[in-house]
T-cell receptor
Framework: ELKVEQNPLFLSMQEGKNYTIYCNYSTTSDRLYWYRQDPGKSLESLFVLLSNGAVKQEGRLMASLDTKARLSTLHITAAVHDLSATYFC????????????FGKGTLLTVNP | DADVTQTPRNRITKTGKRIMLECSQTKGHDRMYWYRQDPGLGLRLIYYSFDVKDINKGEISDGYSVSRQAQAKFSLSLESAIPNQTALYFC???????????FGAGSRLTVL
């Protein structure tokens, strides 16, 4: 059974600082996803990582995937208050069972 | 109009009542999902459907049932609601391939 662990679960950072959220998954997965959830809102897709070594960037966020280590990272560069949200990673089971398993989420608070 | 519409958005009910949460989509996606979100637990998959004739249990299906009435409609039922089913419920859809989920706005259910 695929399990997904994120850390940290809570992250409080100052504006302008850099930090990384880690996402480990337990068994082979052929896709890794990052989603963002603003308070009281739904989830929106940020990145889909399809292969080992994949890197995607959007603004101050950069996601990467190491399938050998079963690890994805979401790196935040020079954080700003607008990045405050909960970030979820999710891994997709391989084979014919294409369902996603989510991590518990990382609540990011960026303080002025 | 939203691509994925959930009704009701908020519902308060009593233990033992039957509840139906409805989901409709205009994305044209074949795949539909019901997730439950609880604080600190992330999102957990209740049921998923890859087409009208395909229904699959997720990791927490006990106490729930679903109906895929059409490609665009996927309903979640609680036959006899209990307080620990109090949660935020999300419907999501995806196309085949990269499997990026599009989420509805969520249905907040409170069982007293």
């Amino acid at each position: 059974e695929l399990k997904v662990e994120q850390n940290p679960l809570f992250l409080s950072m100052q504006e302008g600082k850099n930090y990384t959220i880690y996402c480990n998954y337990s068994t082979t997965s052929d896709r890794l996803y990052w989603y963002r959830q603003d308070p009281g809102k739904s989830l929106e897709s940020l990145f889909v990582l399809l292969s080992n070594g994949a890197v995607k960037q959007e603004g101050r966020l950069m996601a990467s995937l190491d399938t050998k280590a079963r690890l994805s990272t979401l790196h935040i560069t020079a954080a700003v208050h607008d990045l405050s949200a909960t970030y979820f990673c999710a891994a997709r089971s391989g084979g014919s069972n294409y369902k996603l398993t989510f991590g518990k989420g990382t609540l990011l608070t960026v303080n002025p | 109009d939203a691509d994925v519409t959930q009704t009701p958005r908020n519902r308060i009910t009593k233990t033992g009542k039957r509840i139906m949460l409805e989901c409709s989509q205009t994305k044209g996606h074949d795949r539909m999902y019901w997730y439950r979100q609880d604080p600190g637990l992330g999102l957990r998959l209740i049921y998923y459907s890859f087409d009208v004739k395909d229904i699959n249990k997720g990791e927490i299906s006990d106490g729930y049932s679903v109906s895929r009435q059409a490609q665009a409609k996927f309903s979640l039922s609680l036959e006899s609601a209990i307080p620990n089913q109090t949660a935020l419920y999300f419907c999501a859809t995806s196309a085949a391939g990269a499997n990026v989920l599009t989420f509805g706005a969520g249905s907040r259910l409170t069982v007293l």
